[in-house]
């Protein structure tokens, strides 16, 4: 069993920047891949970004020029680094591990979830 619980969400103006960490239970992080996925008001979940336990990653085509995600697996930690946020980036952002090591954009692949943490733009 793994449990995640995300932080660093909140309010930020147009044009800055927000690290969100997921914090993941457990003795094998390194073996699971991890995704960050966000949902707006009224809108479906959303892939934003993937990462394997070595580091490769997957982006969302419309996240690849201002989303970053890492992760530390010393820390049980993935990051997601968002850059020149805009009011269309608000929404609760989660994040996701899948037991496998293969990573995947479907949300339906992935086993354990965290809580989300809001991420609000103002304009």
Request: glycine residues 10%.
């Amino acid at each position: 069993q793994v449990q995640l619980v995300e932080s660093g969400g909140g309010l930020v103006q147009a044009g800055g920047s927000l690290r969100l960490s997921c914090a993941a239970s457990g003795r094998t992080f390194s073996s699971y891949a991890m995704g960050w996925f966000r949902q707006a008001p009224g809108k479906e979940r959303e892939f934003v970004a993937a990462i394997i336990g070595g580091g490769i990653t997957y982006y969302a085509d419309s996240m690849k020029a201002r989303f970053t995600i890492s992760r530390d697996n010393a820390k049980n930690t993935a990051y997601l680094q968002i850059n020149s946020l805009k009011p269309e980036d608000t929404a609760v952002y989660y994040c996701a591990a899948r037991d496998r090591v293969r990573l995947s954009v479907n949300s339906d692949e992935y086993d354990y979830w965290g809580q989300g943490t809001q991420v609000t733009v103002s304009s």
